[in-house]
């Protein structure tokens, strides 16, 4: 009885620390102003949203003069075990989807277009790229990207 009573203290005393930490997480959490919050989503979303995201790829290519075309989307879900070695076969919270397609247009245009999916607030890793010529200095370049989600 007796040591049935000591666990049962112990577990209040738990409790209630762990509520002291949520409600100082939660102060924390709140006193992110509503713009680094979309930030943050912005950076690691919590769903897929792909049409979203060939929105989003589709604006950077045409700010360079390019135009994405013959998209192909495939998620983890899609992939066996021994195909899927990602940053989310270590950490089984987040998801990846993978993204190819293709886009015709100079080397400088190419260019500056990486730099600005580098430079873009959500999480893309570059995971292939090819190119084959079309035209003296055009070039029809594909790309394979993967990006992240919290699961």
């Given at each position: 009885?007796?040591?049935?009573?000591?666990?049962?203290?112990?577990?209040?005393?738990?409790?209630?620390?762990?509520?002291?930490?949520?409600?100082?997480?939660?102060?924390?959490?709140?006193?992110?102003?509503?713009?680094d919050l979309e930030r943050l989503d912005l950076l690691l979303p919590d769903n897929i949203d792909n049409i979203?995201?060939?929105?989003?790829?589709?604006?950077?290519a045409k700010q360079n003069g390019m135009t994405i075309k013959n998209i192909k989307i495939s998620t983890d879900?899609?992939?066996?075990?021994?195909?899927r070695r990602t940053l989310s076969s270590t950490d089984q919270r987040l998801g990846t989807?993978?993204?190819?397609?293709?886009?015709?247009?100079?080397y400088?245009?190419?260019?500056?277009?990486?730099?600005?999916?580098?430079?873009?607030?959500?999480?893309?890793?570059?995971?292939s790229t090819s190119f084959n010529t079309e035209d003296k200095g055009v070039y029809n370049y594909a790309v394979e990207l993967r990006t992240y989600w919290l699961k």
């Open positions: 009885m007796l040591v049935r009573q000591d666990q049962l203290n112990q577990a209040i005393a738990t409790a209630k620390e762990l509520s002291k930490r949520v409600n100082e997480l939660n102060g924390q959490y709140n006193s992110f102003s509503s713009a979203q995201l060939v929105i989003d790829v589709n604006g950077i879900a899609d992939k066996t075990d021994s195909t989807m993978l993204l190819s397609f293709n886009v015709v247009g100079t400088d245009a190419y260019r500056k277009f990486l730099s600005d999916l580098a430079s873009s607030l959500r999480i893309i890793d570059i995971s």
